[in-house]
């Protein structure tokens, strides 16, 4: 939805630069090509962090399953760390040999 009303706007813009301006046609083509640059980076953008945040959800979903999940090297199970669901940080339980280690969710396959 957020899209289609991107593209709205845009066409808007574009419609008000053809019609209200006294700008050259190399000086609009440079304007569009500007703001088509911005758009598709940003598209690009939102897919990469959606993509790196379904990721780390299919960890997080993984070590509450019970599974073990590799992060950065090293073996992450809930017999060993806790998960904290604010940051998606896994914390090293008390009486294991990595008390107190944080590791980021974000890190882990």
Known sequence: MAYLAG??????????MHYFT???K???????AI???????AIAYNA???AKQEKMMQVVIKFNQGK???CNGIDVNNTTYSLSVGTY????????????QMISASTCE
């Open 48 to 50: 990469y962090t959606e």
């Open 26 to 32: 190399s000086q609009k083509a440079t304007a569009t």
């Open 68 to 70: 073990t999940v590799v």
């Open 7 to 16: 593209l709205i706007i845009t066409a808007l813009f574009f419609m008000a």
């Open 22 to 24: 006294e700008l050259t």
């Open 35 to 41: 703001i088509l640059t911005i758009i598709l980076s």
């Open 89 to 100: 940080t896994f914390i090293g339980l008390q009486n294991t040999p990595n008390y107190g």
